[in-house]
């Protein structure tokens, strides 16, 4: 404090001990933020002056020194920090909800770029990719079985994994798995080894007649294919690609709505495709462990902003809470 | 208009958040859209008071840092606040630590000229606002920061004790001191209003 603060303390700023507490009482945690209640603090800090120590209210009549204008004065400023929320304050909302939508992880970059190539939500996406996955071994497995391919179902496959253009974990997912049912399914009607999308394409024997065959020798796309690939499958679902460009991947692919497994297919086995998305389990535990040891690195490390962690330090403060019980505590976990 | 918007008679919105916090941790946005509406509020003001002009990059940290990690929160909406509150602090303190800062941007609170967009009738409010959370940051921080959890967040004594890994009984001592302080500022504005620039509007505090 200022000299010249410290000199006021003699007349007019001198709060007592009792009224900051009861000012506290009315502002601070559960509060019942009235104003008038407020107002009426003044009126019994006369009696609760003495406590307020040396250089307290020695004069409280009447004058703007009187300690209830104190009181007031800091209630006013109180009140005003706690006034209700401006709309200025309830900017910028829209970026913590794709955080939030995208399954959380450190979004920066990578939730926008879901906002531009998924306008689901990356929930949404990951759902309907699961479930296309699964509706694709089904299909898989009846093809087999059958030799029928249920048509409809495959489209819709087809769809949601070739529409959405991103080389997300589901199609990634989808090609390991597929190798069982793709065995299964080659085993029964389709030529070639790795066989993991003739599920989506046996039934209309589309696929043995897939141009230049690719799919059997896996790593023998030509680099403009998988050029192609790559873009078809970038963040803005390939929308950049020219449309003769487009046509001519529709055209290896065997059809435009085969056009994602196709470059599923190649970008696999090139082994060097676009790297997997983490799930959103990843993204958020890699935050965990970056906070944690960022605020391992220095002396505040008890503020580290695990969950865990606020939740482990309320037992002890809450509780049985001897004055240095919560600090023991604390200082033993390190 | 926003869910914080006139929640509550009077001050900050607290509300109940118990059940926003439970649709949050199952992945529903409308939850943690509750929670972000009814805490940001308090939270940027406290970083106001921390971090100066940063609050809002430092708000927006601490934020994605919940978007990431509510859903795996084990914990009622009180020990959310109080989380949330002290990953605030982590990511001010951080933030304070950064050699690039400049001096003069510690404990600074922003202008109101540098929000845009605030409708006309909010501005007296706000302006108010404003003005008081710069008196507050001229305390003492580890007052400052008592005083804002207390009174802006809405933090009990042992909540705010969490925050800053404190006993509770020094929070108590920071909170009534920096109030007593807090008293002394006022005065000593008020004055300086009714000698200096009286008719200005910084002789008669805040008003309401």
């Keep these: 404090m200022s000299e010249r603060e410290a000199g006021r303390s003699e007349d007019f700023g001198t709060l007592s001990a009792a009224e900051a507490d009861r000012l506290l009482a009315a502002f601070g945690g559960d509060a019942h933020r009235d104003l008038a209640g407020l107002i009426g603090i003044g009126k019994t800090s006369a009696s609760a002056g003495r406590t307020a120590g040396a250089g307290g209210n020695t004069s409280h009549d009447n004058t703007p020194d009187d300690p209830s204008t104190a009181a007031e004065a800091v209630g006013r400023v109180l009140a005003a920090a706690s006034a209700p929320a401006q709309p200025h304050e309830l900017h910028g909302y ?38 296309a996955t699964t509706l694709t071994m089904t299909g898989v497995a009846v093809a087999a079985e059958a030799n029928v391919l249920p048509q409809p179902i495959q489209h819709v496959a087809h769809q949601m994994l070739g529409g959405v253009g991103v080389p997300g974990p589901q199609p990634r997912r989808y090609q390991p798995t597929a ?17 993991s999308p003739g599920g989506r394409t046996t039934g209309d024997s589309a696929h043995g007649a897939t141009p ?85 690195q220095g002396k505040d490390r008890h503020h580290t902003s695990e969950p865990k962690d606020a939740r482990r330090t309320s037992g002890p403060t809450r509780d049985g809470r001897g004055p240095d019980q919560p600090q023991t505590i604390r200082r033993s976990r390190h | ?28 946005e409308s939850g943690f859209a509750e929670l972000w509406h009814t805490l940001q509020p308090a939270v940027l003001r406290y970083l106001k008071a921390v971090v100066g002009n940063s609050a809002a ?5 601490t934020w994605l840092q919940a978007a990431g990690e509510v859903r795996g ?62 008196l507050i940051a001229r305390l003492p921080k580890d007052q400052a920061e008592v005083v804002l959890l207390r009174v802006v967040a809405g933090l009990d ?8 890994d404190q006993r509770d009984e020094a929070v108590r001592v920071a909170a009534i001191g920096g109030l007593r302080t807090l008293a002394l ?3 000593d504005e008020q004055s300086a209003g009714d000698v200096g620039d009286s008719g200005s509007g910084g002789g008669e505090g805040l008003g309401t």
């Design chain 2, 157 to 164: 004594v042992s909540q705010t004790a969490r925050v800053l």
């Design chain 2, 57 to 61: 990059e430092v708000a927006s940290q």
């Design chain 1, 212 to 296: 230049g065959s690719s799919p059997g020798q896996d790593s023998a796309f030509p680099d403009k294919v998988i050029a192609l690939c790559r873009a078809f499958t970038s963040d803005d679902g390939g929308h950049h690609l020219s449309h003769a460009e487009r046509g001519r991947l529709a055209d290896l692919a065997g059809g435009e709505s085969k056009i994602g497994d196709y470059c599923v297919r190649v970008l696999d086995s090139t082994d060097t495709g676009t790297p997997l998305d983490p799930t959103p389990s990843d993204g958020s535990s890699s935050t965990t462990k970056r906070n944690v040891s960022k605020a391992g």
């Design chain 1, 179 to 195: 190798s069982g049912p793709g065995g299964l399914a080659s085993s029964a009607n389709t030529p070639q080894p790795s066989g």
């Design chain 2, 73 to 134: 929160y084990h914990g009622d909406a009180e020990g959310f606040r109080v989380w949330l509150f002290r990953a605030a602090r982590h990511h001010a303190l951080e933030e304070l630590r950064k050699p690039a800062r400049r001096a003069e941007d510690c404990g600074g609170v922003a202008s109101a000229a540098e929000w845009p967009d605030v409708p006309e009738n909010w501005a007296v409010e706000q302006e108010n606002t404003e003005r008081a959370l710069r």
């Design chain 2, 185 to 187: 500022i006022v005065a």
């Design chain 2, 1 to 28: 208009v926003p869910y914080g918007l006139l929640k509550g008679r009077y001050g900050l919105a607290r509300g109940d958040l118990d059940a926003a916090l439970a649709a949050a941790r199952r992945g529903r």
């Design chain 1, 94 to 131: 829209d970026s913590v909800r794709r955080a939030f939508d995208s399954g959380g992880g450190r979004t920066g970059t990578r939730s926008n770029r879901y906002a531009v190539a998924l306008p689901l939500g990356r929930r949404t996406v990951v759902k309907l990719a699961t479930l």
